[in-house]
């Protein structure tokens, strides 16, 4: 009698346990064929942010934008700046220099920059300002 139910449960043991020891385990990761993971950002547009530098350093670039709200970029090894076309390093930009700052999602979800831009102003002219001349009445 014990027999009759021996068997049967040995060969559920047999079937369910490689079964068994699976849970818990994460699946394995599908490859991705070449070219088409999310490893580069060269041929996709990258989102654009202007405004004026407020902060900068090794890490990061506050940026205040038109809407006087204030942004904050990370910056990476790879992040570049340019003058023009002319590249330059971060110290030739200012607080207060106007920018524009091309930008990604970096692998923790925090917009990294990855090219910032000088933009340079037509020169405002003052020579013709009413405070100049004065209105001092005598």
């Not at 009698?1 to 994460?26: D, H, S, Y």
């Amino acid at each position: 009698m014990n027999l009759r139910f021996t068997i049967p449960f040995l060969l559920l043991l047999l079937v369910a346990a490689p079964a068994a020891c699976q849970v818990g385990r994460p699946g394995r990761r599908q490859s991705t064929p070449r070219g088409t993971g999310d490893q580069s950002t060269s041929d996709k547009a990258l989102p654009n942010f202007g405004g004026v530098v407020r902060g900068l350093d090794k890490k990061k670039l506050l940026l205040e934008q038109a809407d006087q709200n204030t942004m904050q970029l990370f910056i990476t090894k790879k992040t570049q700046y340019f003058d023009g076309d002319k590249k330059i390093k971060a110290s030739a930009i200012k607080v207060g220099d106007r920018v524009s700052v091309e930008a990604r999602l970096g692998p923790d979800g925090k917009p990294e920059a990855v090219n910032v831009r000088l933009e340079r102003e037509k020169p405002a002219q003052e020579t013709g300002s009413p405070a100049e001349g004065g209105s001092h009445d005598r």
